[in-house]
């Protein structure tokens, strides 16, 4: 089984900053990807950002230039670093693993930005 536990969420400013973690656990290969979504109160669950073991990265358009998706391999841990927030922001956010063409996913850890 997989396993994922996401951590730092909570209240932010408009223009202030929130980091948040997930680490994976269990058995899975190196090869896959992980990522970020999020979903507001009456909205679907939307992409935020993903990684590939290899380093590369994708961002939905409305976080470019804001969020900054990382990994650390040897820990299985993905982390977004949110810059700039602002109330739009708002959601509740899932850590996601892509691999062996099957989808994982984290409990959600709430994001609330004030402004």
């Known amino acids: 089984q997989v396993q994922l536990v996401e951590s730092g969420g909570g209240l932010g400013q408009a223009g202030g900053s929130l980091r948040l973690s997930c680490a994976a656990s269990?058995?899975?290969?190196?090869?896959?990807?992980m990522g970020w979504y999020r979903q507001a109160p009456g909205k679907q669950r939307d992409l935020v950002a993903t990684a590939t073991y290899g380093g590369s990265t994708n961002y939905e358009d409305s976080v470019k230039g804001r969020f900054t998706i990382s990994r650390d391999n040897a820990k299985d841990t993905v982390y977004l670093q949110m810059n700039s927030l602002k109330p739009e922001d708002t959601a509740v956010y899932y850590c996601?693993?892509?691999?062996?063409?099957?989808?994982?996913w984290g409990q959600g850890t709430q994001v609330t930005v004030s402004s």
């Open positions: 996601n693993l892509f691999v062996a063409t099957r989808d994982y």
């Open positions: 269990g058995t899975f290969s190196r090869f896959n990807r």
